[in-house]
């Protein structure tokens, strides 16, 4: 049991050392385990802290590249580095490659701008002429999910409680509990930056104006 799913443990009144209902097993931890891989899922997208450097090797005449990359999933690309040349790409589009030219499939050359395709596909610009040369991306990473409670959990040590108060509520709000599920994961979106306070369903926002009422017509 890793020390997120004791704070979780802790905070719905079981005992870390000798749980009854969520038991220290792949079964029992099921739904603790999958609130805590969501919160860190969640919270890699929100800060972007969690980067990965992928080397791609040039292939002459390849316009188009998959990233196949391990150690998660990729969420967007931060950086790009011709290694040989010690050059930077630019980041473009498709829509602006074709407005700058519109036979830029058919131009080959040294690697001047990369188009992000969808979450593992990328597109240099021009086409590598050779096979010699390296593309080096850093990139913001959604780690993999843990199965067990002694892999490592990719998440900034100052986040864990952010990580449990995310799992306490959705525990809440399983059981029904929506005041509790509303109070934990209130303090998770203060926790990680997010300012998006919660309101009651049954309270309608209007706009409305203090000014005295138009008299009424008379006579």
Same mark, same amino acid.
């Given at each position: 049991m890793n020390s997120i799913e004791r704070i979780v443990l802790q905070a719905i009144g079981e005992n870390p050392d000798a749980p009854d209902v969520f038991t220290d097993d792949s079964v029992g931890m099921l739904q603790i385990r999958d609130s805590i891989n969501d919160a860190i899922e969640e919270i890699s997208i929100i800060t972007g802290g969690l980067k990965g450097r992928y080397q791609m090797p040039l292939r002459s005449y390849r316009s188009f590249y998959r990233f196949d990359y391990s150690g998660g999933d990729i969420a967007w690309i931060t950086d790009a580095w011709v290694v040989g040349t010690q050059r930077r790409l630019e980041q473009t589009d498709i829509i602006k490659l074709s407005n700058f030219s519109p036979r830029w499939m058919l131009e080959s050359g040294i690697p001047r701008a990369y188009v992000p395709i969808g979450f593992d596909h990328v597109c240099l610009w021009p086409k590598p002429a050779g096979d010699t040369g390296m593309v080096e991306f850093t990139c913001v990473v959604v780690p993999k999910r843990y199965t067990i409670d002694d892999e490592r959990l990719n998440i900034r040590q100052d986040l864990d409680q952010a990580a449990a108060e995310f799992a306490i509520g959705e525990y809440y709000a399983s059981r029904g509990d929506a005041r509790s599920a509303i109070?934990?994961?209130? $303090?998770?979106? #203060?926790?990680?930056?997010?300012?998006?306070?919660?309101?009651?369903?049954?309270?309608?926002?209007?706009? $409305?104006?203090? #000014?005295?009422?138009w008299p009424k017509a008379t006579g």
């Open positions: 109070s934990h994961h209130t $303090r998770y979106m #203060k926790m990680v930056g997010i300012d998006a306070p919660y309101y009651p369903t049954d309270r309608h926002w209007q706009l $409305r104006s203090n #000014k005295d009422p």
